[in-house]
């Protein structure tokens, strides 16, 4: 996230702007929201703690989600690089064998061992 921390992400994420700063520690506590003027429209807009957190959680366990993938991201995005057998050798194994059995063998189990978070 190039250096924001997750608690600002989150605030960010769900007032949809840079509408607010925060006075010391990334606590929901210290958040000031701005209000009118080109910032936020009403005070209804301003998430509430419950909400931040749950964003924090969900942009965590999105991260933690790539990092499970491959161990490596590439310009924020998880590669699949070293989790499938190379391409060469899938596309042998559908030849010879079917994609039902590709997806069996080659496909579910990495998608057990991965599930993409919820």
């Not at 960010?12 to 607010?20: I, Q, R, T």
């Not at 969900?58 to 989600?65: D, G, H, P, S, V």
């Not at 993938?69 to 057998?85: K, N, S």
């Amino acid at each position: 996230m190039n250096g924001t921390s997750t608690f600002l992400q989150a605030c960010e994420n769900l007032c949809g702007g840079l509408f607010f700063y925060v006075e010391g520690d990334d606590e929901y506590e210290n958040v000031k929201w701005l209000i009118g003027d080109g910032n936020l429209s009403d005070e209804s807009k301003i998430p509430t703690k419950e909400q931040v957190l749950a964003e924090v959680t969900r942009i965590k366990n999105q991260e933690l989600y790539k990092e499970q993938r491959t161990g490596q991201i590439v310009d924020g995005v998880a590669t699949t690089e070293g989790i499938y057998p190379p391409i060469a050798e899938q596309l042998d194994y559908i030849y010879h064998h079917g994609i039902d059995k590709w997806k069996t063998d080659i496909v579910d189990p990495v998608k057990a061992k991965y599930p993409k978070p919820s």
